[in-house]
């Protein structure tokens, strides 16, 4: 059974805006939730993370004032707003959770989601 399950990934044109939702299960229930993309010939690196009370929030320098994170507990869902696209955000999109900790190395992350693609054309 997955733990995580993305979805809201697609083609976006440059400025614009796309939403991606990550439905978790209840393993992960308490834990810190991230998104990682990792584009072509790149390493994987994280884009935003949040606490299970959504107090404490991180976000790459790379996507800051463009990218939220937030979550509903109600909902088990984590979501990922990216707003102004650009070509470089294209990659594939990971949503990930980590059971004990903050890292934001991928290798401390617990679960990771199967990815969804996010292509932004110039």
């Known amino acids: 059974q997955a733990q995580l399950v993305e979805s809201g990934g697609g083609l976006a044109q440059a400025g614009g805006s796309l939403r991606l939702s990550c439905v978790a299960s209840?393993?992960?229930?308490?834990?810190?939730h991230g998104w990682f993309r990792q584009a072509p010939g790149k390493d994987r690196e994280i884009v935003a993370a949040?606490?299970?009370?959504?107090?404490?929030?991180f976000v790459s320098d790379s996507v800051k004032g463009r990218f939220t994170i937030s979550r509903s507990n109600a909902k088990d869902t984590v979501y990922l707003q990216m707003n102004d696209l650009k070509p470089d955000d294209t990659a594939i999109y990971y949503c990930?959770?980590?059971?004990?900790?903050?890292?934001?190395?991928?290798?401390?992350?617990?679960?990771w989601g199967q990815g969804t693609r996010v292509t932004v054309s110039s």
């Open positions: 990930t959770a980590q059971l004990a900790g903050r890292s934001h190395t991928p290798t401390a992350w617990t679960y």
């Open positions: 209840a393993r992960t229930y308490g834990a810190y």
């Open positions: 949040i606490t299970w009370s959504g107090s404490d929030i």
